[in-house]
Nanobody, 114 residues
Framework: QVQFVESGGGLVQPGGSLRLSCVAS????????MGWYRQAPKKQRELVAS???????VYEDSVKGRFTISRDNAKNMVYLQMNSLKAEDTAVYYC????????WGLGTQVTVSS
């Protein structure tokens, strides 16, 4: 059972940047598509970005051009670089398999506010 631990969130002003990191508990991670999800209060969790084993990427429309997902299989890590942050990006961010089938970690809080 692969588990994930997210980090890198925080409070940032609109237009600012953050880089989120996720470490997987098992090297089996490298065989799967990975995704970053986010969930705002009282809203459904949504897939923000995903990355394949071959590093092909897909982004939700609202973050295209602003967010970049990447991975380092040797380190069991996946990253989300977030630029030009907006208030609507405020949420708890989670990493998981792209299909969301693994256990959910605690996530990391991202708050975009003046």
């Amino acid at each position: 059972q692969v588990q994930f631990v997210e980090s890198g969130g925080g409070l940032v002003q609109p237009g600012g940047s953050l880089r989120l990191s996720c470490v997987a508990s098992s090297s089996i991670f490298r065989f799967y598509h990975m995704g970053w999800y986010r969930q705002a209060p009282k809203k459904q969790r949504e897939l923000v970005a995903s990355i394949s084993r071959g590093s092909s990427t897909v982004y939700e429309d609202s973050v295209k051009g602003r967010f970049t997902i990447s991975r380092d299989n040797a380190k069991n890590m996946v990253y989300l670089q977030m630029n030009s942050l907006k208030a609507e990006d405020t949420a708890v961010y989670y990493c998981n398999l792209a299909d969301g089938s693994a256990s959910w970690g605690l996530g990391t809080q991202v708050t975009v506010s003046s």
